[in-house]
């Protein structure tokens, strides 16, 4: 069965290590929204070129481009035994946009990493950079190291993870996230994942939540067909 999933979670909740790990170990890509808008327009797509005028106007890229590049990528033929999107869909209009892509396709499977705000802001008031080669520490317990293990360099923090910033995205996060998990959320495929565990436990609980909802689907078509 392809495993076309979604995964949400808010900033440091480990959305992006998780992903990529299911990524290789389900051979599948892992797209995220970033990649494909500065690869659409680094080619020079048609897509890519309208995202670029708009994003050198200082202007946020309007739902149809994003969806536009989101289904030009989606219909790769390595995404046709399934895919993880990272990043999108974030507004409802785009997720709804998303289903109608999908058509005829395996069911969508959506998981949402949840953790308490309080753990965040540890976690990211913890981590620190590389100034030099920009490898991140420090998400894990315990004291932050001070210069980097593979160069040397001294190790920062970065200015988008102090506290006062850190809240601000993690409110931008639930203003934007909370339409979408509402939207999904009476879906049998949808499942909500504890993040606040160990990287194991994480991976393996995100595994069978996939298989569950996997399950369900399967449930679901036997009931309709
Ligand atoms: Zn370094």
Redesign the pocket.
């Known amino acids: 069965m392809a495993l076309n999933l979604v995964m949400f979670g808010p900033p440091g909740a480990g959305k992006g290590t998780q992903a990529s790990q299911l990524a290789e170990s389900r051979q599948v890509p892992q797209i995220s929204t970033g990649d494909i808008l500065r690869e659409a327009v680094q080619a020079g797509t048609d897509l890519g070129r309208q995202a670029k005028a708009v994003m050198d106007k200082g202007e946020l890229v309007s739902d149809e481009i994003i969806v536009g590049i989101a289904r030009e990528r989606l219909s790769r033929s390595d995404a046709r035994d399934g895919f993880i999107l990272d990043g999108f869909p974030r507004t409802v209009a785009q997720a709804v946009a998303l289903d109608e892509i999908l058509t005829g396709r395996e069911a969508l499977i959506v998981v949402e990493l949840s953790v308490p705000d309080d753990e965040l802001i540890q976690r990211l008031s913890r981590r620190r950079v590389?100034g030099?080669?920009g490898?991140t520490y420090g998400a894990a317990d315990g004291e932050s190291p001070v210069s980097?293990a593979?160069?040397?360099?001294a190790l920062v923090q970065r200015s988008d993870d102090r506290e006062e910033v850190v809240r601000e995205r993690l409110r931008v996060y639930r203003e934007q996230t909370e339409p979408l998990v509402a939207f999904y959320q009476d879906r049998p495929t949808f499942r909500s994942v504890d993040g606040n565990q160990s990287l194991d436990a994480v991976q393996t609980a995100i595994g069978l939540a996939i298989e569950a909802a996997a399950d369900a689907a399967r449930g679901q078509s036997a009931t309709i067909g």
């Open positions: 590389c030099q080669c490898a980097c593979s160069c040397g360099g």
